[in-house]
């Protein structure tokens, strides 16, 4: 877990550490799970069919794509693990950072000054965001067109106006 981050100075305090809601990532796991059982029920239909690929000594062939199919789900699913723990949002006294974990290997971290923002928004769309209460926080900064989407955040709400009432603290000193 991170402990440390370079971009806080020492007179900064962290006011919210939030990560993505568990159930922004669901439809991920929805698809992990059937991708994990999907090579048994093939199997099963296979075997209850009596396909003799698996009567014969092609049976070798049959392990070794399993093997390299399961590897590879493991190499997408951690992946998609890595990246949903390593999705953090900090607001601190005077910065608002996020850091976006997009792959295994590639990390981008936004820093935006509390004065710099000029607008939030939050975005929640669906059923189970709305039941949940999590969606997208969008931050509009000064000078940039592009507006910093920040996902799957639970109590979007909440963090914005936070974020809102310290930039006006902030601007005020």
Known sequence: MLTTFENI?????IIIKSRRHVLSVLLSIIVFVILSILPVIIVTIAFSLEIPVFKNPNINILLLLASCYYMIYLLVFTSELISY?????????SNVI??????????KILQFNLEQIEDINVNITGFIPTFFNFGNIIIQTAGTK?????????????????IMELRNIYTQN
């Open 85 to 93: 723990y390593y999705d953090l949002l900090l607001v601190t006294n």
């Open 9 to 13: 100075t020492y007179d900064e305090s």
């Open 146 to 162: 592009e507006l910093t989407v920040i996902k799957g955040m639970p109590n979007p709400q909440k963090i914005a106006s936070k």
């Open 98 to 107: 996020s850091i976006d974990q997009s792959s295994m290997f590639s990390r």
